[in-house]
């Protein structure tokens, strides 16, 4: 991976410095009080104080503080606001009771008996602005103010409100600016009292509230519009993991129902809504949302989410699969147009009732790359028919009433034609409807592709992002997410007003629990996030999570280190020469950081209460154990495949270590699928090792591993010594020992020089059936030797001498390289000489900075001394960011008003 100085700069620098731009600004929408998880302020205690109000004392008590609803308000808010009861239960052991109200003098009645008149000290009222007379007559009565989010997508109001009506001395109020608004309201509740979002995908522990519950005074946790309007997850590439899980867990026994039913749906919207994201775009490999289970279409609007389909499957039908079954003829609109229109209709008919967001174009079967006239004029044909079908199924001529969006596909080249496609319609005269939302993709691994420019900006639909943290040809098994790449990234598009629609693919979804929920904040919140705050918020992230403030900034610094290793190479796409095993131990350095990160988790693990360890397990300590354990598996098989090359009979050690290794895959997986009584059982099915194509391999296997033949000695002779920087192996013929592979001389090391690494390693092997001693004779005073002899049995792993030179004894009159000489000399008879050549440099006096050492100058992006902005631009580092090294650097603001031309923008130098 790593292989000299042009390509560690190009790793640290180019292609950071290449990148167009960021800004952590957030624009647009910027009411909203930051949110992140487990924030301040909240507007309940758990602990009495002057400032707090009882509202749930310890033990529950005869009279229950109520949830106040009014019989008029969306269905969501009613199904919220049991949740939160629920959740009441969760963290208290008493569930509180909700209560609908029509006015706030009557007494509780709805359906049913006449109640009693209420009489709580304290209650929480929750209701809509329009839409709850209970809301409404506070308002008239002058003792709510929702002036700062009235009409504001879902924007919400909480706040203590004192005496809000007889018989009630203290409230919090939540007044949603619409449904969604109270329904984020209700859950913000639910997140203070300690139920995370997660609950039930992450089996996070509800924290306990022994103490009661306790109402702020005069507290505030209103809310303003999200960064981004339609925010949401799409399923896809939902096979096996989710698949098999959803068959076993939700299905009947021995039925053969569809897998994604209203009963799998359910749990996606209350995730959805509990994380105050809005959208869905459902499962697609084999299932058809809307046919499947009529109920799904209906619940997702009665829980408040709304709903889209993926980019290639457009008018609220999932296509192909209900095109084969309900339509007939070609998916081609060039010759089935009459058909096709009846499709979408039906489509169209079928979704009115409901909250969506309309796919428009076409994709798939019927294919239509544009680029010639012919195919813009079939796509401008194609999508005035879907607008027309729009505008007679809803009776409007405003398009603006049914929000629309258009992508073309998920995969890098044809997303790369959303811009071609584009550019391709100004030049044709044509231009896409302004109201349609135009959906920008990245490049599948986090990469946006491009963002609105000047003339896309302004328009009515904006624009949206189709990011992924999970990707069908590359890494589907495991989180790989590095949430500060996803922060820059997302910062640009909040920064371009890319901030439509947010779309994530998730995969399985389970498993990227932690880049859903960052991607998710951001979207909600974006102006919350600044390069710098992103452990702060992972360490929310854990206190949240785990229950534990204490742990959370260790917690967090783990996050952080594991997915920036597993992002450096995706685990699907590690392969036995990934890793250097002879050069810059790189080999060694990537264990190293695994093993650092795995110890610590495992440290955390066993601090942990017992309630906390199954969450902890699934989203950091399997992830790290599964990957560091990969990794470490396809090291081993590299040495193997090496070692045997060079004749040493320690190929074998590691070929069982991979052995080991494949078992210790399986009883993770195994950990993972039979823990909490199965509950997860399948989840973690996606095969992993043995990627030839795009597709995954349909069973895991491992690399080709080699057996040394240990019955008789090497043709050389016992002893075998490999050297750092060399894959040969003395003594005797190896291809790799000089050019011509044969009568080579002994092994010379690479140059050390006081600016270097300290050191080389020379290792000593085995081979044949007899263990040996061995010593080693240095010829040169300067030379240094660790670990020069040892005794090795016939199956043992390489020895490691390490060899440097002592500067004290160098000779200060030396000109140019000297040459060190050892000696190795086995107790059967071997011997080696290897070379040392080290070259004393200096610097002159008082030079601070990076020096040449090995043929490298390497640092960080970060270790400038000059940082010379121009205009309002200049270089930022970032902590983590960037897969390979531990920070990044990029400019901000990403887009400037002030035009630089090529050469003459900000710059960063290092002297
Ligand atoms: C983004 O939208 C806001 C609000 O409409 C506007 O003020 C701002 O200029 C836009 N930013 C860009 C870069 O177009
Ligand atoms: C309040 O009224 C609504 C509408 O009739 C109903 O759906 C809901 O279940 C009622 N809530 C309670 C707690 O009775
Ligand atoms: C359209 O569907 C009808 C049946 O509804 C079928 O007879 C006809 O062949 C189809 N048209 C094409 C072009 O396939
Ligand atoms: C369509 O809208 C028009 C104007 O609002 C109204 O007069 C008409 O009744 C509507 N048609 C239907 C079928 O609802
Ligand atoms: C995370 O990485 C940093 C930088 O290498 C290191 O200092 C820290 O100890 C690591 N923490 C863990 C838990 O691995
Ligand atoms: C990692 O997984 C292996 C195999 O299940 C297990 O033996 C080991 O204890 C795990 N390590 C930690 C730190 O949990
Ligand atoms: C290595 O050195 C030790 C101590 O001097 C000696 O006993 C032993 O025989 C030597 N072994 C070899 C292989 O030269
Ligand atoms: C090994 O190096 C020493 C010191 O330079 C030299 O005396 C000896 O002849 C060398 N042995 C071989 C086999 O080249």
């Not at 306790?214 to 949401?232: D, H, I, K, M």
């Not at 390497?858 to 090294?885: C, K, L, Q, Y």
Request: proline share 6%; charged share 15%.
């Amino acid at each position: 991976m790593v292989d000299g100085l042009e390509r560690q700069l190009r790793v640290h620098l180019g292609i950071r410095l290449n990148m167009r731009s960021l800004i952590y600004l957030a624009l647009g929408a910027s009411t909203v009080s930051a949110i992140l998880p487990v924030d301040t302020p909240s507007c309940l205690a758990f602990a009495p104080s002057s400032n707090t109000v009882n509202f749930l004392a310890k033990g529950g008590r005869a009279a229950l503080p109520p949830i106040l609803t009014s019989p008029s308000d969306w269905p969501g808010v009613h199904r919220t606001a049991a949740d939160l009861a629920l959740d009441f239960q969760r963290t208290t052991g008493t569930k509180i009771p909700v209560k609908n109200l029509t006015t706030t003098s009557a007494s509780p009645t709805s359906s049913g008996p006449a109640q009693a008149p209420l009489s709580a000290p304290a209650a929480i009222i929750a209701g809509t602005i329009g839409r709850s007379d209970i809301i409404d007559s506070l308002i008239d009565a002058g003792k709510l103010d929702v002036a700062g989010v009235r009409g504001q997508w879902e924007a919400f109001s909480l706040v203590h409100v004192p005496s809000p009506m007889p018989g009630v001395k203290d409230a919090l109020v939540i007044a949603g600016a619409d449904k969604r608004g109270t329904i984020f309201g209700l859950y913000t509740l639910s997140e203070q009292l300690g139920v995370s979002p997660w609950w039930f995908w992450t089996d996070t522990a509800p924290i306990q509230r022994s103490n009661g519950v306790f109402l702020v005074r005069g507290s505030n946790c209103s809310a303003g519009s999200p960064t981004v309007q339609y925010r949401g997850v799409f399923l896809n590439d939902e096979q096996p993991s989710l698949t098999n899980w959803a068959n076993e867990k939700l299905r009947p026994a021995g039925s053969d129902l569809p897998t994604f039913r209203s009963n799998f749906y359910m749990l996606m919207f209350e995730v959805i809504l509990r994380n105050k994201a809005n959208f869905l775009w459902p499962a697609i490999w084999n299932s058809m949302f809307a046919v499947d289970d009529p109920m799904s279409q209906f619940l997702a609007d009665y829980f408040g989410v709304v709903m889209g389909t993926s980019h290639q499957e457009p008018m609220m039908r999932s296509t192909p699969l209900e095109f084969n079954k309900f339509a007939q003829g070609p998916y081609d609109f060039s010759t089935n147009a009459e058909n096709i229109t009846q499709y979408w209709i039906e489509g169209t008919q079928r979704a009115k009732p409901f909250e969506s967001v309309f796919t428009m174009g076409m994709r798939g079967a019927g294919d239509v790359p544009l680029g010639d006239s012919t195919n813009i004029d079939l796509l401008g044909k194609i999508i005035s028919t879907q607008r027309q079908i729009i505008q007679d199924v809803f009776n409007t001529t405003d398009q603006t009433s049914v929000p629309q969006v258009w992508c073309t596909s998920t995969h890098l080249a044809a997303c790369l034609h959303l811009t071609n496609e584009v550019q391709n319609y100004y030049e044709e005269g044509l231009r896409v409807p302004d109201d349609i939302t135009l959906l920008w993709t990245d490049d599948n691994w986090g990469h946006i592709q491009r963002l609105p420019n000047d003339i896309e900006r302004p328009r009515w639909g904006g624009a949206g992002v189709y990011f992924h943290v999970d990707y069908v040809r590359d890494y589907k098994w495991i989180n790989t997410a590095n949430n500060v790449q996803s922060f820059q990234q997302l910062s640009l598009a909040v920064e371009y007003n890319a901030t439509r629609l947010w779309i994530l693919n998730v995969g399985d979804f389970k498993a990227n629990e932690i880049p859903t929920d960052f991607f998710l904040s951001m979207a909600y919140n974006a102006s919350a996030f600044t390069p710098d705050n992103i452990v702060d918020y992972q360490a929310r992230w854990a206190a949240r999570e785990f229950g534990s403030t204490q742990l959370a900034p260790q917690i967090a610094n783990i996050v952080m280190n594991f997915t920036r290793l597993a992002a450096m190479r995706k685990p699907e796409l590690v392969d036995p020469t990934t890793f250097s095993i002879s050069n810059y131990r790189e080999a060694e350095r990537m264990s190293a950081q695994w093993d650092q990160v795995l110890t610590a988790a495992g440290t955390v693990m066993k601090q942990l209460p017992a309630r906390a360890q199954p969450t902890f397990f699934e989203t950091i300590l399997h992830p790290i154990n599964a990957t560091a354990n990969l990794q470490a598996l396809y090291i081993a098989a590299g040495r193997n495949m090496l070692l045997a090359s060079q004749a040493s009979n320690s190929a074998n050690a590691f070929s069982d270590e991979v052995g080991r290794r494949f078992e210790a895959d399986i009883a993770l997986r195994d950990e993972f699928h039979t823990m909490l009584d199965g509950k997860w059982n399948h989840m973690m099915d996606q095969t992993h090792f043995g990627y030839s194509y795009w597709q995954q391999p349909m069973q895991d296997s491992l690399p080709p591993l080699a057996r040394v033949f240990t019955i008789a000695p090497a043709l050389a002779g016992t002893m075998r010594v490999t050297i750092e920087g060399s894959k040969g192996a003395w003594p005797g013929d190896n291809v790799n020992n000089c050019a011509n592979g044969y009568g080579c001389g002994d092994p010379v090391l690479g140059t050390l020089s006081p600016f270097g690494p300290t050191s080389r390693f020379v290792d000593v092997s085995p081979s044949g059936p007899l263990g040996f001693s061995f010593n080693t004779t240095s010829f040169t005073p300067w030379l240094t030797v660790k670990g020069g002899s040892a005794s090795l049995q016939s199956n043992s792993v390489p020895h490691r001498i390490e060899v440097g030179v002592d500067w004290s004894k160098f000779p200060s009159n030396a000109s140019g390289m000297q040459n060190g000489v050892l000696r190795v000399t086995s107790s059967v008879g071997d011997g080696v000489n290897v070379t040392l050549p080290a070259v004393m440099t200096s610097i002159p006096q008082g030079f601070k900075g990076f020096v040449e050492g090995d043929g490298v100058v390497s640092m960080e992006a970060s270790h400038w001394t000059r940082n010379t902005p121009v205009h309002d631009v200049a270089f930022v580092a970032i902590p983590s960011f960037g897969t390979r090294a531990f920070d990044g650097v990029t400019t901000m603001p990403g887009l400037s008003g002030n035009f630089t031309p090529a050469g003459t923008g900000a710059t960063i130098h290092r002297i």
